[in-house]
């Protein structure tokens, strides 16, 4: 704890020192707002408008088929359902910045598409980013509390009982997914309007000329603090389902060397695998940001304005790919969960009554999918 304090203290202190050092902001905005590198006006255009069509497809695709074959009162497709509502909202940001990133340095910072760009498309990104990582940390839990339910009976009422109970079997329970989701969501609004309502101060735009330059890249005071606190919560959940998928390994091995598992081993097998996908997805897509983002804040000074243009331009790439989770999320649960393809490749077809009775145990609790 001492540690943390000491690094936001520091994180505070350098954040500080670049505002107070700001004796022209209108030149060193220009410095930047007119001359991004092509990796920003042409590489960042370009994969942004990849992943749009992409993302939006098998999205909307996705939802399809959850809307037409999900039981509504189960706990894993409230999860699903929100996670894809995420990525819906984070893909519908991408063509803004598509046209913020090639034509941003153009505009001025008062303009409508500056405005609708940075404050709305911003919003909209941060909240959705945060609460699909929070969402995938709850999916984890869910997947290991009823695995641990089904399989881990003398263990868990010998030393895990009261643990098990309390917090892992609320995990489980439709009723406190949806409040738990509700809660996720509001919290994670709350605090990126709150920092986005700072930066929309009257006082900025005496500042600021161009929509893209250093200061709007930055943020202000507020947004580094609400930075910390996202970049905390994103370790907290890597941790958690960093730990789940530990004690699920630890946990199998012991199982299988007292006691033959048999049948129940493919859903064993499916859990774990589910569990090691979202522990990937978080660190591919979701760790390098949060990993630069402290050192981000570190290294910024006044003085070194080419320096500025690389730390920013390695910032807008690694959001991006972060985002490209969102499109990227449909192919993965394709590839790794039969159940889905089964129900997709059933859309296509004539229906069976065996299909029917097929698709009737698409989310149970007993098999969970991811």
């Known amino acids: 704890m001492t540690a943390a304090s000491a690094d936001l203290l520091t994180l505070i202190r350098h954040k500080e020192a670049f505002w107070s050092n700001q004796t022209n902001p209108a030149t060193n905005a220009s410095e930047i707002q007119n001359n991004p590198s092509l990796a920003t006006t042409v590489a960042l255009p370009v994969i942004y408008s990849f992943l749009f069509p992409a993302g939006s497809f098998g999205n909307i695709l996705a939802a399809w088929i959850f809307s037409r074959q999900a039981l509504t009162k189960r706990t894993q497709y409230i999860y699903l359902a929100n996670l894809v509502t995420a990525n819906l909202l984070i893909c519908s940001t ?35 980013m945060y609460v699909t990582i929070i969402i995938l940390c709850s999916t984890a839990l869910s997947q290991y509390s009823t695995l641990k339910k089904n399989c881990d009976v003398q263990y ?19 009723k406190f997914a949806k409040y738990l989701c509700i809660i996720i969501w509001l919290t994670v609004l709350c605090v990126t309007i709150t920092a986005i309502t700072y930066n929309m101060q009257p006082r900025a735009m005496e500042e600021f000329h161009r929509c893209y330059n250093i200061k709007v890249e930055v943020g202000e005071f507020t947004t580094m603090i609400a930075a910390s606190f996202a970049t905390a919560c994103f370790f907290v959940s890597f941790m958690t389902v960093l730990f789940s998928y530990y004690s699920l390994t630890r946990h199998l091995s012991k199982i299988q060397k007292n006691t033959c598992i048999g049948e129940k081993h493919l859903i064993y097998s499916t859990v774990k695998r589910n569990i090691f996908v979202i522990q990937m997805i978080l660190t591919v897509c979701f760790l390098p ?18 320096r500025l243009n690389y730390l920013v331009e390695i910032k807008n790439f690694l959001t991006c790919l972060a985002a490209a989770k969102s499109s990227l999320d449909p192919v993965i649960t394709l590839l790794l969960d039969k159940t889905f393809k089964k129900s997709l490749y059933g859309l296509f077809t004539k229906s069976t009554p065996e299909h029917h009775k097929r698709k009737a145990g698409i989310f149970t609790e007993e098999t969970p999918e991811m």
């Open 94 to 128: 991408m063509p803004f910045l598509a046209v913020y990133f090639a034509r941003g340095y153009q505009w001025t910072y008062d303009s409508a598409a500056c405005r609708i760009t940075n404050h709305l498309g911003t919003l909209i990104m941060h909240v959705s």
């Open 156 to 174: 868990s009422q010998a030393v895990n009982e009261n643990f098990y109970r309390c917090v892992l079997e609320k995990f489980r329970q439709p």
């Open 289 to 306: 940001y949060h990993i630069f983002r402290p050192f981000f804040y570190v290294l910024l000074t006044n003085d070194d304005c080419p």
